[in-house]
């Protein structure tokens, strides 16, 4: 059976830092990435990393302030987040996908975790 499970959310003060993880168990994934979805808003892109690790794509809205990677020998995808902003407040879902291209569409990924809640506070 195939799960993704988040963990490392919380509440952190505007300008400080998290890191998430995000375990695999079932199968391997070429593509693993997260997505977020704050009050009354859509799922947006956060992030998304090949499986060399080699290769990673941002939302604009979080370039220069969160980094993806992973550790394929733990099936674990982390994402660091810096320099939060009350904006970044969102459940944060970790997704994978089979298929070995990055992409920051949501229906492309075939398996999600249940989400893991991110508050920032001003």
């Known amino acids: 059976q195939v799960q993704l499970v988040e963990s490392g959310g919380g509440l952190v003060q505007a300008g400080g830092s998290l890191r998430l993880s995000c375990a695999a168990s079932?199968?391997?994934?070429?593509?693993m990435a997260w997505f977020r979805q704050a009050p009354g808003k859509g799922r947006e892109f956060v992030a998304a990393i090949d499986w060399s690790g080699g290769s990673a794509v941002y939302a604009d809205s979080v370039k220069g302030r969160f980094t993806i990677s992973r550790e394929n020998d733990k099936n674990t995808v982390y994402l660091q987040m810096s320099s939060l902003k009350p904006e970044d407040t969102a459940v944060y879902y970790c997704?994978?996908?089979?298929?070995?291209?990055?992409?920051?569409?949501?229906?492309?990924?075939?398996?999600w975790g249940q989400g893991t809640q991110v508050t920032v506070s001003s």
């Open positions: 997704a994978a996908r089979t298929f070995n291209r990055l992409s920051r569409i949501d229906a492309h990924y075939d398996y």
């Open positions: 079932g199968r391997t994934f070429s593509v």
